[in-house]
């Protein structure tokens, strides 16, 4: 097992307080904000991390390069969050999981996490990263967190879309009057994993046996079986 220094409660407590700059000033992230609208209402984005949304940004031809991945109720003033529309994006949790640890520790990244505690996070276990990315609420927590809002007028995005259904976005958008030019979907930061009847298809099977992709996978479905229940996505059983 690799031992790494935890990330204290302080830390936790100070990266959710910087994130309510947005919501006392009333502003929007420009990495969330649109160019349409539909009757007078704004529409903007939510990036709900490794599930489509940099290809949702890009869809709606979102040009700013920075993103963030905070919770709509640290972001957005109830007023902003109940007139405008919002639309997000959420993943089988299983997939979500393995494109998270693709991401961090199997890919060329090198960003805060390895400046934080350094390149041994690359050679974590999915399970041992499973246990080390649960102290980062912001990067794969419960997908509620970024779908819903506690609001008993809007406690939901407006339009949650499945990653998975991603050829229909475009066609799902324009039924609720969203018309976007592009009529194909750009495929951005994509990680080739899918959950089908017959069992979770991904990178895993290069790094572990079935059983253990068994294990992790019953892991995810306890940590996030809201997310299967609430958003239809089949359980193991």
Same mark, same amino acid.
């Given at each position: 097992?690799h031992?790494?220094a935890?990330?204290?409660s302080?830390e936790?407590q100070?990266?959710?307080?910087s994130?309510?700059?947005?919501r006392?000033?009333?502003r929007?992230?420009p990495?969330?904000?649109?160019e349409?609208?539909v009757?007078?209402?704004r529409?903007?984005?939510?990036?709900?991390?490794?599930?489509?949304?940099?290809?949702?940004?890009a869809? !709606?031809?979102?040009?700013a390069?920075?993103?963030?991945?905070t919770?709509?109720?640290l972001? !957005?003033?109830?007023?902003?969050w109940?007139?405008?529309l919002?639309?997000?994006?959420?993943?089988?949790?299983?997939?979500?999981?393995?494109?998270?640890?693709?991401?961090?520790?199997?890919?060329?990244?090198?960003?805060?996490l390895?400046?934080?505690y350094g390149?041994?996070?690359?050679?974590?276990?999915?399970m041992?990263?499973?246990?080390f990315?649960?102290?980062?609420?912001?990067?794969?927590?419960?997908q509620?967190n970024?779908?819903?809002?506690?609001?008993?007028?809007?406690?939901?995005?407006?339009?949650?879309?499945?990653?998975?259904?991603?050829?229909?976005?475009?066609?799902?958008?324009?039924r609720?009057?969203?018309?976007?030019?592009?009529?194909?979907v750009?495929k951005?930061?994509a990680?080739?994993?899918?959950?089908?009847t017959h069992?979770?298809?991904?990178p895993?099977?290069?790094?572990?046996?079935?059983?253990?992709?068994?294990?992790?996978?019953?892991?995810?479905e306890?940590?996030?079986?809201?997310?299967?229940?609430r !958003?239809?996505?089949?359980?193991?059983?």
């Open positions: 097992m031992s790494y935890r990330r204290s302080l936790t100070l990266y959710f307080a994130k309510f700059y947005w006392l000033t009333g929007v992230h990495s969330l904000i649109t349409q609208s009757g007078g209402q529409v903007y984005l939510v990036h709900n991390p490794k599930c489509g949304g940099s290809t949702l940004k869809l !709606f031809a979102v040009s390069k920075k993103t963030t991945h919770f709509p109720r972001m !957005f003033r109830n007023s902003v109940c007139d405008n919002f639309v997000v994006s959420v993943r089988n949790p299983f997939d979500r999981f393995v494109s998270s640890y693709m991401y961090h520790v199997k890919s060329r990244y090198g960003g805060a390895v400046k934080r390149p041994s996070i690359k050679d974590l276990s999915p041992e990263y499973l246990n990315i649960s102290q980062f609420p912001e990067k794969l927590s419960a509620t970024w779908t819903d809002y506690p609001s008993r007028e809007k406690p939901s995005c407006d339009e949650i879309l499945r990653l998975e259904d991603s050829n229909t976005w475009v066609q799902t958008l324009a609720h009057s969203i018309l976007l030019s592009a009529q194909e750009p951005r930061n990680t080739p994993t899918q959950s089908t069992g979770p298809q991904t895993l099977a290069e790094l572990l046996s079935p059983d253990e992709i068994t294990a992790v996978r019953r892991r995810i306890d940590m996030f079986r809201q997310d299967y229940l !958003f239809g996505y089949p359980l193991m059983g």
